[in-house]
């Protein structure tokens, strides 16, 4: 088992929003699990290595998990897309280590 | 936004919903309604990062496409079935320097819509590749 760092986009964008987000993840360690997502419900983030240059400048949470405790997304021909999902039910939570939050404050 | 970026920011998003739809988990994508699914694509789209935070004009236009499109994507790559070449004995998808595959100007048919009777073949004029590549075309599916 290793310990891998992903960065969760706060609130689309809205940095009022991510604000109050930010606190309820500093607070209790754990991102929420949101509804209508493409593949499987869980909380999604992007390895903390292949944040895409243009989703940078996003509210965000840097974070460490254990590897077990995500499923990588990947293509059917094995091709990561550089994101991963902690599964988990709608509307519950799942746990993080946080690090850091960036653009947020 | 101009047509010319409205044009490659649709060819943008229908890769990426071909992607979602073919990549995804079919049975959960299927039990989905079209609101969620619809709402489904369009938070997968902002996590992709297709616009910025403090694009407001984006995320319109996005929806207007996904609103005028997304039925036809979803019976393209979401509803259409697909054809289990591994379990086909008609098909060999592999190819091998023993076994050559011929993409002639006519491609042979079998009828299964028959019941009864012998089985009969039939020929039509197979489209060019350049007829089946989806981003080559702006109106393939509209």
Request: with cysteine; hydrophobic share 40%.
């Amino acid at each position: 088992m290793a310990r891998i760092q992903g960065i969760h986009l706060l609130a689309h964008g809205d940095r009022v929003e991510a604000q109050r987000i930010a606190l309820d993840i500093q607070q209790h360690q754990r991102l929420l699990v949101g509804t209508n997502t493409m593949y499987g419900a869980g909380a999604y983030a992007w390895y903390a290595d292949q944040l895409p240059q243009n989703l940078q400048d996003w509210p965000q949470v840097l974070f460490e998990i254990d590897d077990d405790a995500i499923c990588e997304i990947r293509l059917r021909d094995g091709t990561p897309r550089g994101f991963f999902r902690i599964p988990g039910t709608i509307g519950s939570y799942v746990s993080i280590h946080v690090l850091t939050f960036t653009n947020v404050w | 936004m101009d047509p010319g970026t409205r044009i490659q920011l649709k060819a943008r998003i229908r890769q990426e919903v071909e992607t979602m739809l073919t990549e995804g988990d079919r049975v959960y994508l299927q039990g989905l309604s079209p609101s969620a699914l619809l709402e489904a694509v369009e938070n997968e789209l902002c996590f992709l990062g297709l616009y910025a935070h403090e694009d407001h004009e984006t995320p319109v236009v996005i929806h207007r496409i996904l609103e005028e499109h997304l039925d036809a994507w979803c019976q393209l790559y979401l509803w259409s079935p697909k054809v289990e070449i591994d379990a086909s004995p008609f098909i060999q998808e592999s190819q091998s320097e023993a076994v050559k595959i011929l993409f002639g100007d006519e491609t042979l048919y079998f009828d299964f819509g028959q019941t009864t009777g012998p089985l009969r073949f039939e020929t039509m004029s197979a489209p060019r590749w350049t007829e089946l590549d989806p981003y080559e075309s702006d109106h393939a599916v509209s």
